[in-house]
């Protein structure tokens, strides 16, 4: 019932900045909590960042401080702001959604599988 499209992934320099977009279409309005995930290779898929219906966010230690997620409620849109890159953000770059209730959202890492909805990622690559 819900899809989403990710977007703004690229290749940049460490110190550079990124924003990942996610476009959410269909009902949206279930929604109870929406987050980013990322998979580096030879690793397991881990949360980012996610944000509950109440605009409530957390984060992941190793993105605290230089990453930002926030919602456009009237555009259906995710963001999630990358700044101060380093090359072990390299990785895939997931937005996923659940209309799940629970304490797991503002966990990001223990999001990850309460997630019902997955766009298809975005890369990002952060060279030295």
């Known amino acids: 019932q819900v899809q989403l499209v990710e977007s703004g992934g690229g290749s940049v320099q460490a110190g550079g900045s990124l924003r990942l977009s996610c476009a959410a279409y269909?009902?949206?309005?279930?929604?109870?909590?929406m987050g980013w995930f990322r998979q580096a290779p030879g690793k397991e898929r881990e949360g980012v960042a996610t944000?509950?219906?109440?605009?409530?966010?957390s984060y992941a230690d190793s993105v605290k401080g230089r990453f930002t997620i926030s919602q456009d409620n009237a555009k259906n849109t995710l963001y999630l702001q990358m700044n101060s890159l380093k090359p072990e953000d390299t990785a895939m770059y997931s937005c996923?959604?659940?209309?799940?209730?629970?304490?797991?959202?503002?966990?990001?890492?223990?999001?990850?599988?309460?997630?019902?909805?997955w766009g298809q990622g975005t890369q990002v690559t952060v060279s030295a």
């Open positions: 269909g009902y949206t309005y279930s929604t109870y909590c």
């Open positions: 996923a959604a659940s209309s799940l209730t629970g304490d797991y959202c503002l966990i990001p890492n223990r999001a990850r599988r309460y997630m019902n909805y």
């Open positions: 944000i509950d219906s109440d605009g409530s966010t």
